[in-house]
């Protein structure tokens, strides 16, 4: 009686382990809580994958009655453009010990000037600390301001910070578009102009 219990509790645990199996972007992208994406209910991130799964375009209408589409929806990375002027990009990436974490990195256009923010979290959608994963770029990586002496001229160049994962992650991201605005002011009257 021993033995059949015993092979029984294996047999269970085999059944377990097989079934346990790595969740896709897809599966992750349906439990995402709310918070993560205020404009998709549950409804809009079912109705996207239903629509993937149908060979329909992967758009549904939003919470503020826009449309909102998906561009890519893989096992390990999403593009969503949730307006015109957002977007988020979801991606699996893993630790070192294997274990897997979602980086989900939301951008806001203002006048075409795309600004980011990364946020990490787990397979459970609990919020991981950014910094363990992500170093913050220097002022430097991004805006310089140079005065020349001889015109009075001050420059001011500012470029889309350059995304940055740890080494310690082993993962490579695609390097972002980087756009470049330079303005430039001329001193008259103790006051600087901006030139055209």
Same mark, same amino acid.
């Given at each position: ?128 600390? !950014?910094?363990?994963?992500? #170093? =913050?770029? @220097?002022? $430097? +990586?991004?805006?310089? &301001?140079?005065?020349?002496?001889? *015109? /009075? ?5 500012? !470029?889309?910070?350059?995304? #940055? =994962?740890? @080494?310690? $992650? +082993?993962?490579?991201? &695609?390097?972002?578009?980087?756009? *470049? /605005? ?11 102009? =901006?030139?055209?």
């Amino acid at each position: 009686m021993k033995e059949i219990r015993t092979t029984f509790i294996l047999g269970i645990l085999c059944m377990l382990c097989g079934t346990a199996h790595a969740q896709s972007l897809k599966d992750l992208f349906l439990k995402m809580p709310q918070e993560v994406c205020p404009v998709l209910s549950e409804y809009n991130r079912l109705e996207i994958v239903d629509n993937q799964k149908n060979n329909k375009t992967m758009q549904t209408r939003n919470l503020f009655r826009t449309f909102s589409k998906m561009e890519e929806l893989t096992d390990d990375y999403a593009h969503l453009v949730i307006s015109k002027n957002s977007e988020k990009e979801m991606k699996i990436l893993k630790k070192n010990d294997g274990t897997p974490i979602i980086m989900v990195i939301s951008t806001i256009f203002c006048d075409d000037t795309p600004d980011s923010s990364v946020a990490f979290y787990s397979t459970d959608w609990e919020p991981l600390r !950014t910094l363990d994963y992500y #170093t =913050l770029p @220097a002022i $430097d +990586n991004f805006r310089r &301001v140079t005065i020349d002496k001889t *015109t /009075n001229q001050l420059t001011v160049t500012t !470029t889309n910070a350059p995304l #940055t =994962l740890r @080494a310690e $992650d +082993n993962n490579t991201p &695609v390097k972002p578009m980087t756009l *470049t /605005n330079t303005f430039r002011w001329s001193v008259a009257d103790n006051r600087f102009i =901006l030139n055209d």
